[in-house]
Every structure is written in structure tokens, then in C-alpha cells.
């Protein structure tokens, strides 16, 4: 239905890219149920010597009651691989109830099954997991401590600081230094060049396993911010700090917000990015994703909501499907990661968790090498093709050639025919990607055994080569290191970031509204503009000039559900010109959508396009209509 509702509007690719990937994080975190964390009534947010954290039973809590931090186990009840045996120990937000771990200390260590940990202070000072039944030592943090009379605070935060208990001006380790694939609010991200420590974003390796994963993002020595894969692939570069922004990002500049701020340092002692948030009541979480894309969201009412994703589209996140695959983030309902014809998938479980860096195996090996090659093609269409492979431009003089030229090296996978050239590919082939519906893709001759290849004669792919140097080219736009992506929301031009705002919450880009406020600016949702199975839009006015549509989602279950899914996509939307989503009231069982209107669009069926210039006034305009709603 929602499929019906916006048919026929390209762009809706991304839109069910948003919803799709929105509803698997949904899925997948709903299933991961936290192990045991259990309130203790007494909540410290301090570790003493004589005084640990025993098993999963008890856990520190910051002062400020947002960051816990103990013992968990991500539990996967959904996955076919039934028992995970795996505990860490981690900080995660206290007040969210779907465990979501923002740090690990042991992720490469972690605690096995039937050992029970404990977390204490060790005789030399240091903080350190123990076997409990043991006493042997999982994980230290190995800190060159002065005293043996130190203690384990977590901060307000979330950093979890060790130091001395006489002075605690007196650090020997803290958690932000060694970051994982959570970038805190207040932590740096950097090198300190005098002990050489260099703190970087790592992902995870997949949805359970909090092991280090392929992607890193990290700030170089020479201040340029990277975004690196399997530590030897630069996908994403910031260019260097001008004075007031990487010279890959001029939106960084006009950021007269002062919720948020961040900040470069380059000096002789240190070269570090850092944010800030000013509201500490906001439950921001930007992280870099097991499939490499960095993502910020904000905890609303029962879920985390989306507000950013870099890359936009999982597909245009290098290598995210592994070798042999298609990465197709279309329309149909089907995964996004799909094994190329003749290949399956190398390792079932990795697969399943979302660590897809083995990607897809062949099932039936080539015949190359042997006396008569009977190799052959199969035609995989409309994709784009690897940038990143070994690619030889041989002087051929038609597509038979250039099949041949592939043919006569048993190390040659497949090749490609366009306008005048022939490409072909040896070893692995990674990211090749299913076309966008609004471009033309190329087709990939996929070299496989015979008899793999259905009987069928290859049909001549038509050529289509300047579609995909745009479609290339726009994917390289929309890509950034990913604490630029936690930047931009911020400095979008007409940004909010209102205190909240009735009984709703604090949203970041978007403005939420109290109900009794979308009553009277639609005089009681009098001017309906059209409707249909998801419920009815409405005008409204703000003032007298400012225009709005209102749309209020009707049935619980489809309305909460596309209520959250737009939500979400609300950075997407905006990044290309679609309608644009200004703010939402969740009360009670209001589900409201409020978009900027826009005269001459059928309301009720398609998402209308928009010009882009229309809303720095209206959103000025906004903002400070939500203050004066600030109690
Ligand atoms: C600290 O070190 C002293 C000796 O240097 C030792 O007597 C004491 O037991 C240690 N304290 C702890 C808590 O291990
Ligand atoms: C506390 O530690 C800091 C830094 O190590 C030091 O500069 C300061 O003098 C210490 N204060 C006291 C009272 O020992
Ligand atoms: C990552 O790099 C290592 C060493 O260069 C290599 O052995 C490994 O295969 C790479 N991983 C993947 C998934 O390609």
C-alpha cells in the first residue's frame, strides 16, 4: 500500500532504501535482548579497590544516570546460530532499553562461556576483567599507574576514566582514548603526538561479536580525516582543515548552532576532531555500522530513529556485500546483498550477522588451465561496474576479443564491453552494485564454469556508458567521512534543534509539535488536501504566509510504522530534494507528519519534488515559533 502510494516518483528508491534498512536495524536490535543487566538499587558510578562489579548482576551508572556501564551479552534469538557465548565488558546508554553498546573494553577478548567475570582493581592499580572461578586476568588496562590506590569512574559522559583516589586530577587510562565504533559526545578523535596514541573509529565485526570490524575512521597525522577499509583501502578523505572546515565538506561553516559544536585541533602536541552536545538530555548516537556506514541516531520515545546515514545508500558503502555479490538497494523487496549467479554464500553465519567480508564463494570451480577452456559467460545486467578492481584497458577490436582476452588468463573473472573499450577483472570482484532505476547500468560478463551457465545464448547488451559515469559521480558526492556526516546535520541550512516541545522529544533537524499546536494551525484539520489508505493530509498555516501540510496517519499499527520509517528517512529526504519532512507530533496516539507545503501536488498519492530555495524563511520561522512553545 505505502508501495501504491508513492509509485511512479524515482526517487522513491531511496526512500524504500531508508525504510528497508530502517525496519532490518528495527528487527535486528529488537531481537538482540540485553543478558541480565539488572537495576541494582544502589547504583554507583564508581569503582573501588576490594569493591568490583561481579558477573552480569550489577552495573555503574554515571551521576547523571545516562551511561551504564558493566557486563552484557548481545543474545540472538532471531539468528539460526542460536547460542552466543560471548560476554563483554561495555558502556551502553542506561535509560535505553534495546541494549546498545556504545564501547567494549575486551571485544577481542571476550569473556567464553562458563567463565563468570568480574571486573576489579588489580594490586598494581590497574583495572582489570578476572576469571571469577580462576582468578586469571581476561583484559587489563594495562595503564602505567604510579599507585595502587586508584578507582574507576564513569563520567557523566560516558567516558570511564581510571585514576588516583587521593587526586583525581591524576589519569592513567581512560576509555575515550580507546574508542570503538562509537564517536562520544566530548571524546576526541586524533593523534596525541607526544605518546603517539592515535584514537579512530573501528566497527564492529558484526551485529553480536563486538570484535574490531574493517571500517575505521580516523584523523591522520597530517590532520586529514579518513575513512579506511581493512586498514589498507582509503574510501573517503576530508581534505585538509582550512581554519574553519575540511575542504571536502564547505558545509561544515555557518554553524551558529550552539546545541551542538564541534572542533579541530592541530598543534604540536595534538591533531584531534571533536563534538560537543549541549543538551544532555538528547540521546544522540553517531557510529560507524558494521557494513560501513556511519550513522547518527536519536533516541525517540521507543526507538532510534535515523537522522543521518554516510553513505547514504548501504551500496555506495565500500565493499559492504563482500566479493562476488550484487549489491541491489532497488525497489524490490528482496536483501540488498545477493551472491553473483554460480557463487553462494561463503560463510552462513558471518552472513546472517551482517559480517559479509568473505562475501560469496564459486560453486563449481573454473575450468581454466586445463587442456580445452570451456569457460564461460554470463551476462549479469544493468549493474555498475567495480571502479576498484585491477582493470586492464586492452586494445581490442569488438566484444569477442575481448571475451577471448579474458578467456586466455585463467586469473581474468570477467569483463565488460563498452563504447570502444573492453575492461576486464581478475581475482575478486567487489562492489558491483545493481543500477539506480533512475540510470543505466552496464553489463558484467561473469566468467563460470560451464555448467553454470544456462543454455541460453547471450543476448548484446545495449551500452549505456554515460549513465554510469553520473550515477559514479553522484554516489562519490553524497559520500563523506562519516564525523563529517555528524556534522551536517547540524549545519544544514535552516536547522533545528528545538528543546522539546510539548511531551514529545528533542529532534535534530526536524521540529516536533504539540498536538493542540497542528490543531490549531490546521483550524481543527478543516482544509483536507487528499487522503488515502494511510490516512489524510491537510493545509495549515503557521502564520499567514507559511504554508504547511499536515499529514496524520490513521491505524495504529500501519501509522506508527510509517510515521517512524518517514521520521527516519528525514536526512535522506532532505539530502535530494524531496519534499521536505520540517517536523512530526508523536502524542498519545497522534502519528503527524508536518511537511512544508507545496501548492500543485497531489497530496494524495505522490511525494511532490520541490524547489530547493523556498525554506531558510520558513524554517527561521519555525524556530522560533517552537521557542515560544518552550515552557
Ligand atoms: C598496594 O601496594 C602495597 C604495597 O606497595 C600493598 O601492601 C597493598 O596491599 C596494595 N593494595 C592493594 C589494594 O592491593
Ligand atoms: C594532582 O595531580 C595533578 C596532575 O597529575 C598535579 O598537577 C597536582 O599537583 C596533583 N595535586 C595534588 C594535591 O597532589
Ligand atoms: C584484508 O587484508 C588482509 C591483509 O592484507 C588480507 O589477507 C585479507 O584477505 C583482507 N580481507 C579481505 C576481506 O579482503
Not at 251 to 256: C, P, R, S, V, Y
Not at 358 to 372: I, Q, Y
Not at 374 to 383: C, E, H, L, R
Request: hydrophobic fraction near 35%.
Amino acid at each position: 500500500m505505502l508501495r501504491n502510494y508513492l509509485a511512479g516518483d524515482v526517487r522513491v528508491t531511496y526512500f524504500w532504501v531508508q525504510l528497508r534498512n530502517y525496519q532490518t536495524l528495527v528487527i535486528l536490535l529488537g531481537l538482540l535482548s540485553l543478558h541480565a543487566p539488572s537495576n541494582s538499587a544502589t547504583a554507583t558510578d564508581t569503582v573501588y579497590p576490594g569493591n568490583g562489579l561481579a558477573g552480569s548482576s550489577s552495573k555503574l551508572v554515571s551521576n547523571n544516570s545516562k551511561f551504564a556501564l558493566g557486563f552484557f551479552r548481545m543474545d540472538n534469538k532471531s539468528f539460526n546460530y542460536a547460542t552466543n557465548p560471548y560476554t563483554y565488558l561495555g558502556i551502553w546508554f542506561n535509560k535505553v532499553p534495546k541494549l546498545t553498546p556504545l564501547w567494549s573494553a575486551n571485544g577481542e577478548s571476550p569473556v567464553m562461556d562458563p567463565a563468570s567475570p568480574e571486573l576489579a582493581i588489580a594490586g598494581d592499580g590497574n583495572l582489570v576483567i578476572l576469571d571469577q572461578a580462576t582468578r586469571s586476568v581476561i583484559w587489563s588496562t594495562h595503564a602505567k599507574t604510579t599507585t595502587n590506590d586508584t578507582v574507576a569512574v564513569l563520567q557523566n559522559n560516558g567516558n570511564l576514566v581510571l585514576r588516583s583516589s587521593s587526586n583525581s586530577s591524576t589519569v592513567f587510562w581512560q576509555s575515550f582514548d580507546y574508542p570503538t565504533d562509537t564517536f562520544f559526545a566530548g571524546a576526541k578523535i586524533g593523534w596525541d603526538k607526544v605518546t603517539g596514541l592515535n584514537r579512530r573509529l573501528v566497527s564492529r565485526k558484526n551485529l553480536i561479536d563486538q570484535a574490531p570490524g574493517l571500517y575505521t575512521g580516523e584523523i591522520q597525522k597530517n590532520g586529514v580525516g579518513h575513512l579506511v577499509w581493512n586498514s589498507t583501502v582509503e574510501i573517503e578523505s576530508t581534505g585538509l582543515w582550512n581554519g574553519q572546515y575540511f575542504s571536502s565538506a564547505p558545509e561544515m561553516i555557518g554553524n551558529t548552532d550552539n546545541i551542538t559544536t564541534f572542533e579541530y585541533v592541530n598543534n604540536d602536541k595534538e591533531v584531534y576532531f571533536t563534538w560537543n552536545l549541549h543538551d544532555e538530555t538528547a540521546i544522540v548516537l553517531s557510529q560507524l555500522g558494521v557494513d560501513g556506514q556511519g550513522m547518527v541516531s536519536l533516541w525517540i520515545d521507543k526507538d532510534w530513529v535515523v537522522m543521518y546515514k554516510q553513505p547514504v545508500l548501504q551500496c555506495d558503502a565500500y565493499a559492504t556485500c563482500g566479493q562476488f555479490t550484487v549489491c541491489d538497494e532497488g525497489e524490490n523487496e528482496g536483501p540488498i546483498c545477493n551472491c553473483m549467479k554460480g557463487f553462494s554464500v561463503s560463510s552462513p553465519r558471518d552472513w546472517e550477522l551482517g559480517d559479509r567480508r568473505d562475501g560469496c564463494k564459486r560453486n563449481t570451480p573454473l575450468h581454466c588451465g586445463r587442456s580445452r577452456n570451456t569457460d564461460k559467460f554470463y551476462d549479469v545486467q544493468k549493474v555498475m561496474l567495480p571502479q576498484d578492481e585491477m582493470k586492464i584497458q586492452a586494445a581490442t577490436s569488438d566484444e569477442d576479443d575481448c571475451s577471448r582476452v579474458c578467456l586466455g588468463n585463467c586469473s581474468c573473472t570477467g569483463y565488460s564491453y563498452r563504447e570502444g573499450g573492453c575492461s576486464v577483472w581478475h581475482g575478486k570482484l567487489t562492489n558491483v552494485k545493481k543500477q539506480q532505476p533512475d540510470g543505466n547500468g552496464e553489463t558484467l560478463y561473469l566468467r563460470l564454469a560451464a555448467k553454470e551457465v544456462p543454455g541460453v545464448p547471450r543476448k548484446n547488451s545495449r551500452i549505456f556508458r554515460f549513465g554510469a559515469a553520473i550515477i559514479g559521480a553522484s554516489a562519490a558526492a553524497v559520500a563523506a567521512l562519516m564525523i563529517l556526516g555528524l556534522m551536517m546535520i547540524w549545519r544544514r541550512k535552516g536547522k533545528l534543534f528545538t528543546r522539546t516541545v510539548g511531551d514529545a522529544q528533542v529532534g535534530i533537524g526536524i521540529t516536533t509539535f504539540r498536538y493542540v499546536d497542528l490543531q490549531h494551525a490546521t483550524k481543527n484539520f478543516s482544509e483536507k488536501l487528499g487522503g488515502g489508505s494511510f490516512g489524510s493530509v491537510f493545509k495549515g498555516y503557521l502564520s499567514d504566509s507559511l504554508a504547511l501540510a499536515v499529514k496524520r496517519l490513521d491505524g495504529a499499527n500501519q501509522g506508527e510504522k510509517q510515521f517512524r520509517a518517514e521520521v527516519s528517512s528525514v536526512g535522506i529526504i532532505q539530502h535530494i530534494n524531496l519534499v521536505k519532512l520540517i517536523g512530526f507530533c508523536c502524542q498519545g496516539d497522534q502519528r503527524l507528519l508536518v511537511y512544508e507545503y507545496m501548492p500543485n501536488s497531489d497530496w494524495s498519492c505522490q511525494r511532490p519534488g520541490l524547489p530547493a530555495h523556498w525554506l531558510s524563511g520558513l524554517h527561521y520561522t519555525l524556530r522560533h515559533q517552537a521557542r515560544e512553545h518552550t515552557p
